[in-house]
């Protein structure tokens, strides 16, 4: 099933032999009510369960809406934890050692192993419709912003020290993310943490359709000119590794996001870009760029 957030929060469902989005916003009911403190996870991930039983019984008689004519959110909206694997392409590693305006003079040795994984602030999550807004907050810097495409890993259930081998049951679906990218010297959780800068979607497709993450093709371009490809056989860490890698630290909750990695071809943006990514198994993803405006 692939699920979509869209309009003014609607819950949707996408059907892509007729490419509609099914309109399944009753689905929300069986969502517990709730009250302050709220849960630091995302409560339709932890209900997916339900939200998809009930998504079947409103299918049938569901408004449905051309996907051209629907303005996508992100598929999750609240996630607890946006995790980044910064290095985890043995080409992008190559391309970040060899260019300074990449690597700042930072990796000696650029290995997952040794520098672990970061995050992204929850408030730079962006659908895909929402578009990147890009800033230039670097004084006297080139204030380079790329784009980077990686396979994003949605968690469904709860865990922590998690074994390799049960980690992709922990897994409730994929989307599409891009992990964009101030380039400068500052730590990585500042410079993609930017409002904006967290892109998923076009919806999450759920782990029954979307089978094995381990050798999926993915791409993107800028303008309709290729920038990346790749497949995520060649992840240095695969998936289960970084499950077992982050839970070693933290706990995962339902809704936390791991944006596996990106491949080599990062590249820089400016308004007006149009960018498409394809992932395997998920589809096609279209994101506008454009310049931030005036403080709001
Ligand atoms: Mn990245």
Redesign the pocket.
């Known amino acids: 099933m692939k699920i979509c957030r869209f309009g003014a929060n609607r819950l949707g469902v996408y059907d892509a032999e007729t490419g509609t989005v099914a309109d399944i916003s009753g689905a929300l009911q069986a969502l517990p009510p709730q009250r302050y403190p709220l849960p630091g996870y995302d409560l339709l991930i932890a209900n997916l369960r339900k939200i998809r039983a009930e998504a079947k019984r409103l299918l049938p008689r569901a408004k449905r809406t051309p996907l051209a004519r629907v303005k996508l959110l992100p598929p999750v909206a609240n996630p607890g934890k946006i995790i980044?694997?910064?290095l985890n392409y043995s080409d992008h590693v190559l391309e970040a050692q060899g260019d300074p305006a990449l690597s700042h003079g930072r990796f000696k040795d650029p290995e997952i192993a040794r520098l672990g994984m970061a995050m992204k602030a929850t408030s730079s999550l962006a659908g895909p419709s929402e578009g990147v807004r890009l800033r230039r907050p670097l004084v006297g810097m080139e204030n380079r912003n790329d784009h980077?495409i990686?396979l994003v890993a949605v968690i469904g259930r709860r865990g922590t020290n998690i074994t390799r081998e049960n980690a992709l049951k922990h897994v409730c679906g994929y989307c599409i993310g891009l992990?964009m990218?101030l380039r400068g010297p500052q730590f990585p959780g500042f410079r993609k943490s930017i409002d904006t800068y967290g892109v998923i979607g076009p919806w999450l497709v759920t782990t029954d359709e979307f089978g094995d993450p381990a050798a999926k093709n993915l791409s993107l371009s800028v303008g309709g000119e290729e920038r990346q490809r790749s497949n995520t056989k060649y992840l240095i860490y695969d998936l289960p590794k970084l499950i077992e890698y982050a839970s070693s630290f933290y706990t995962l909750h339902p809704g936390d996001l791991i944006?596996t990695?990106?491949p080599g071809g990062v590249g820089p943006v400016k308004p007006g870009d149009r960018i498409e990514a394809n992932i395997d198994g998920i589809g096609r993803m279209v994101v506008m760029v454009s310049e931030a405006t005036a403080p709001s």
């Open positions: 980044i694997a910064p980077e990686e992990d990218t944006y990695g990106t």
